[in-house]
């Protein structure tokens, strides 16, 4: 049956056909690695169904230079007519959108990113014209499934009797197209690429069988040729070596092949233990998060394997949310092989098995945070907020954890400080960690309260994702030390305090006319020392904060929730001596002016003039009596 691709996988496919790929060896290491899970997934079933046991799991490559053809053949698991269909009809299902326009963007650079959206297969029409897909499951119908790309693909019945996937490529004309039907070069793709996959990957060679003269030398120039079967790659799993054995080449390979990621991972942690929980772990932390790492969709790419036997892949419960970032294999002979995925969640080694896994991420952030601090920079750019939200997910479950790893800019300097850094470069009388939230540092610094604190160097934590406010109303201290925004009502410069509390009994009237013209708006209306070319300012009381404010109004489901407002005044500022004349000479006014007083503030804080026309005209009203 002849199907037509929908518009948005034929605008993929011809962009992939045509895309000028300087590494186009990329499709074998992809098939390779697709046939690979598919035995990981029949010998899995076979756990639970006998019928699936495959006693010989292995995958087979033939090159056919005469018909231009390569063949990529495993005993794995197969598909089905809906497999067909949903798996090679429908092309990159969550990510087309993003791989068309990554494809596009980088039309004729040096970039790998297919394997990332999840288009592996489709690698193949890079190097070929058309793509022969012959599979069958065990005790099935066989299908064919075949391709030219672009328009349409056909599904038909197959009288094949071989369970497993066959996929035929035709491999294009052309120079460049040439070297992938030569077995040298296959060979060094996947000693390149493949030669940690667990199963054999063999090919058929013609190997020279020389005569021998009388002392048994070989005639060099009189052979046989004979044809067979010989397996490329060492077959050990990669985790299963010895660190010693492993190049990072090789580890960098293992992680772009298996997890498809087009960048080498930045850290790996490759981890034998023996003792009350036996387990091999090799984990890897991206270079990058990915275009999908913040969608609801996105699986912690963790697979689980006993004796190197694959038992479940994306496992949710070996990583908590907050290290979700980390991929690998986890490999525990203390796992029984017949135990059900429902049950294997509730054993009591895995969960052992995922706190060791924590425990040893955790030591491996805090050393790269200690000695490879560009490298931890690095990573904390990418996965830092991750780790923030890990502190307020599940109700500060994890924050005993987490502490330590994040880390925030201050205004040392604008680098990052840890927490503890911070603590221990407190000045002995400086009872609280300081911090301010906003959008940026450069938005941050205009913010009038910050005058003073940069004018005295003093040191203060710039909380710049939407989620730092959230998490430190969680972890609310550290070694004792409570955190405290310099924007909260409650912070206050203790110099010239006696002086403010003078000039605010002075002005107690004209405080308290302001504070009952804004009495919708503000709970308090007062004097500051903190502020020193900037007449006013908003502050908040209690555990909302005004950026928290900005943060709720902005969620799908948002609910009217205010900070509790209050406006400082500058009291050296004409502007306030203004205040006092009008009050003075006209009472009457000073609604005006208090209405054009919280307007400016609002303004300053980056928050929304209710009525932007009542403001424009008392501003106008203002500046003509002025004028006069």
Not at 190 to 211: A, G, M, T, V
Not at 486 to 510: G, H, W
Request: glycine share 4%.
């Amino acid at each position: 049956m002849k199907k037509e691709f929908k518009a948005e996988s034929k605008q993929l496919l011809e962009l992939m056909i045509n895309s000028i790929y300087s590494n186009k060896e990329i499709f074998l290491r992809e098939l390779i690695s697709n046939a690979s899970d598919a035995i990981d997934k029949r010998q899995f079933m076979a756990l639970q169904d006998k019928s699936l046991e495959n006693n010989n799991p292995e995958i087979r490559l033939e090159v056919d230079k005469k018909k231009r053809t390569i063949t990529i053949i495993d005993n794995g698991i197969g598909m089905d007519e809906d497999d067909l269909e949903n798996n090679l009809g429908t092309i990159a299902h969550s990510g087309s959108k993003e791989f068309i326009k990554t494809l596009e963007e980088n039309q004729g650079k040096d970039i790998d990113v297919i394997g990332q959206f999840g288009v592996g297969f489709y690698s193949s029409f890079i190097v070929s014209d058309k793509v022969e897909v012959i599979t069958k499951q065990v005790n099935k119908k066989a299908y064919k499934w075949s391709s030219e790309g672009v328009d349409s693909y056909e599904v038909e019945a197959s009288d094949s009797d071989f369970n497993g996937t066959k996929i035929i490529l035709y491999i294009k004309k052309g120079k460049e197209f040439n070297d992938f039907l030569e077995i040298h070069e296959i060979e060094a793709i996947i000693k390149k690429y493949s030669d940690f996959i667990k199963y054999p990957i063999k090919i058929e060679k013609e190997i020279k069988i020389f005569d021998k003269d009388k002392d048994g030398n070989d005639i060099l120039d009189k052979y046989q040729i004979k044809k067979e079967l010989v397996t490329i790659n060492s077959m050990k799993a990669i985790w299963k070596k010895a660190k010693s054995e492993v190049t990072q080449e090789e580890y960098d390979n293992f992680y772009m092949t298996h997890f498809h990621d087009w960048q080498k991972p930045l850290k790996t942690i490759h981890r034998k233990v023996e003792g009350n929980l036996n387990y091999e772990m090799l984990l890897f932390i991206p270079s990058n998060r990915g275009f999908d790492f913040f969608s609801p969709t996105y699986k912690k790419q963790i697979d689980l394997y006993s004796k190197s036997v694959f038992i479940e892949a994306n496992c949710e419960y070996l990583v908590s949310d907050a290290f979700k970032f980390v991929k690998g294999i986890i490999d525990s002979e203390d796992l029984s092989l017949n135990i059900s995925r429902e049950m294997l969640q509730s054993d009591i080694n895995v969960t052992k098995l995922a706190k060791a896994v924590e425990t040893k991420i955790k030591s491996e952030l805090l050393k790269m945070q200690k000695s490879e601090r560009e490298l931890y920079i690095q990573f904390y750019d990418e996965f830092g907020q991750q780790l923030v939200y890990g502190i307020y997910d599940n109700f500060g479950a994890k924050k005993d954890v987490l502490k330590d790893l994040i880390m925030f800019k201050s205004t040392k300097n604008e680098e990052y400080v840890t927490l503890k850094e911070y603590v221990e470069n407190m000045p002995e009388d400086q009872k609280e960690i300081l911090y301010v939230a906003g959008s940026s540092i450069e938005q941050i610094n205009k913010q009038p309260i910050m005058e003073n604190v940069l004018a005295q160097d003093q040191e203060v934590l710039y909380f710049l994702n939407e989620v730092d406010e959230f998490a430190i109303t969680i972890l609310n201290e550290y070694e004792g030390k409570r955190f405290k925004s310099i924007a909260s009502a409650e912070f206050k410069a203790e110099d010239k305090k006696e002086e403010l509390e003078k000039k605010t009994e002075d002005n107690k009237d004209l405080l308290e006319a302001i504070k009952d013209n804004l009495k919708d708006e503000v709970s308090d209306v007062v004097l500051t020392n903190r502020l020193k070319s900037s007449a006013v300012y908003l502050t908040s009381k209690d555990n909302v904060s005004i950026e928290m404010e900005k943060t709720l109004a902005n969620m799908p489901d948002a609910k009217d929730v205010k900070a509790n407002k209050v406006l400082e005044i500058n009291p050296e500022h004409d502007l306030f001596k203004a205040l006092n004349d009008v009050y003075e000479t006209d009472k009457s006014e000073i609604a005006d002016y208090a209405k054009l007083l919280y307007n400016q503030a609002q303004i300053v804080e980056g928050l929304t003039i209710e009525d932007p026309v009542e403001y424009s005209n008392l501003l106008t009203k203002l500046m003509i009596k002025a004028s006069k």
